[in-house]
Antibody
Framework: EVQLVESGGGLVQPGGSLRLSCAAS????????MSWVRQAPGKGLEWVSA????????YYADSVKGRFTISRDNSKNTLYLQMNSLRAEDTAVYYCGGIENYYYYYMDVWGKGTTVTVSS | EIVMTQSPATLSVSPGERATLSCRAS??????LAWYQQKPGQAPRLLIY???TRATGIPARFSGSGSGTEFTLTISSLQSEDFAVYYC?????????FGQGTKLEIK
């Protein structure tokens, strides 16, 4: 069964850091371009970041550039999102998603999400 | 940066009727446009990619059309399970972008 499971969310103070993980199973992880998408409470989807299957190419939304870092460990079938200098507006459910496609990074497999709350 | 605009924000339709949802890009995204369905408390589900190709397991009542800057998602005969929020996403340019969503509600 194809599955993505996010973890690492929680409550963090403004200015703090958090690392999210996304564990993949049931497919060849290294063949999948992976992304992070977030959803603030009661709001729509916001694309955050993406990474190629090899990890050699990374992309970021302007709202997180310089604060968030996406990475992956294909030997562990795991995607990461290191989040630094967190702000209240980063509060959201964070989803990981992926697609087996070299060029186009839409998402046909999704995790259930992990919640990040930034508050003092 | 490309901005995606969906209309209407809310669409009220009766079961069995047709629903037409629109998505507009601020500049051409070719056919690199996806549609997702999201129900409360759930992750999004891919419906359409390449503007018009149904994802695996998606019923034929869902269809997508358009290219360039204007796109449409049509649900031909609404079932009870189709009432949800729908998002378009452009993946032609970085950064990627989602529309703000259309809530499809029961009339």
């Amino acid at each position: 069964e194809v599955q993505l499971v996010e973890s690492g969310g929680g409550l963090v103070q403004p200015g703090g850091s958090l690392r999210l993980s996304c564990a993949a199973s049931g497919f060849t992880f290294s063949s999948y371009a992976m992304s992070w998408v977030r959803q603030a409470p009661g709001k729509g989807l916001e694309w955050v970041s993406a990474i190629s299957g090899s990890g050699g190419s990374t992309y970021y939304a302007d709202s997180v550039k310089g604060r968030f870092t996406i990475s992956r460990d294909n030997s562990k079938n795991t995607l990461y999102l290191q989040m630094n200098s967190l702000r209240a507006e980063d509060t959201a459910v964070y989803y990981c998603g992926g697609i087996e496609n070299y060029y186009y990074y839409y998402m046909d497999v999704w995790g259930k999400g992990t919640t990040v709350t930034v508050s003092s | 940066e490309i901005v995606m605009t969906q209309s209407p924000a809310t669409l009220s339709v009766s079961p069995g009727e047709r629903a037409t949802l629109s998505c507009r890009a601020s500049q051409s995204v070719s056919s690199n446009l996806a549609w997702y369905q999201q129900k409360p408390g759930q992750a999004p589900r891919l419906l359409i990619y390449g503007a018009s190709t149904r994802a695996t397991g998606i019923p034929a009542r869902f269809s997508g059309s358009g290219s360039g800057t204007e796109f449409t998602l049509t649900i031909s005969s609404l079932q009870s399970e189709d009432f949800a929020v729908y998002y378009c996403q452009q993946y032609n340019n970085w950064p990627q972008a989602f529309g703000q969503g259309t809530k499809l509600e029961i009339k």
